[in-house]
């Protein structure tokens, strides 16, 4: 990560300041809430391809750093969301803001961050990309809706589940990179291929979280290995499981989804390691993130190029 940030490294900590000082109110509890989500860390890759999507395209001012900050923000209030509708008790190794603060803080703070990244926004003055994070925010609600809509069903299928990774994840990803490309002022093709780009590594991205979820180290997660399945969440490694199983290890499998028999999860993650399901779904990662990086070949080649390129390459090699 260290290597990736160094071409933008001066404004990756401009990007962070700006945070912590709009994480600013004479409401206590949204500091609280607020500096307990930043301590918590995280990769920020969202808020990095911004800055480095508008360097890549020969953008020499400072707006980016604002909308970096924006990514980042809207993807904070996602994150608070889910924790609450998930019933998450922890994220990166610590406890949830819902565990230490309450659910209600929790929603309310989030909804906080999203009316403090579009005050952010307006002060661009760009139309063109308040209308794109408008789009965005409004595909995310929609893809938390449809995953808590399909909550405890085995009858997912994977078109269905992708198009809930592309509302809920990629489409972040994608409107990070088309902003910064906006806010340096590319072409049309140029936005779009930025566009394309961050979305297939996003989708990428979500399909290998989902690999971990049942295959990474929980110290290194920061959460427990098979937690998606105690949510009822169908991913593709579970989608894959249900193709193949037995007509018994689908009825375990069905149950546990359901979550009607949790002492089962158990059972159920070691049928996934050990059928194949997430040498299927890594495949699928691997030709996501190939599609991402045969669509930068397009983009202008100098070191902010390259440092997406090792972004695209992070979503899948990774163990956290």
Known sequence: MQEIQEPVEAEFSSVNRLIVENLESDVALIKDIGHHIVAAGGKRLRPLLTLLSARCCGYAGEEHIRFAAVVEFIHTATLLHDDVVDLSTLRRGRPTANTEFGNAASVLVGD??????????????????????????????????????????????????????????ATLFASACYGGGAIAAADSVRRKLLYEFGLNTGIAFQIFDDVLDYSGNPAELGKNVGDDLREGKLTLPTIQLLRTCSAQQRAVLEQAIAGQDAGQTEAVVAAVQSSGA?????????????????????????????AMAAIARLSVNRSQ
């Open 112 to 169: 906080f961050l999203y009316t403090r990244a579009f005050q952010l926004m307006v002060a661009l003055g760009n139309i063109d990309l308040m209308q794109n994070m408008a789009r965005t925010t409004n595909a995310i609600a929609e893809g938390e809706v449809l995953q808590l809509t399909r909550a405890g069903d085995a009858s997912v299928v994977e078109s269905q589940y992708l198009d809930v990774v592309t509302r809920k994840t």
């Open 278 to 306: 997430l040498d299927y779904a890594t495949a699928m990662a691997q030709d996501y993130q190939q599609q991402a990086l045969t669509i930068l070949r397009e983009l202008p080649d100098n070191v902010f190029r390259d």
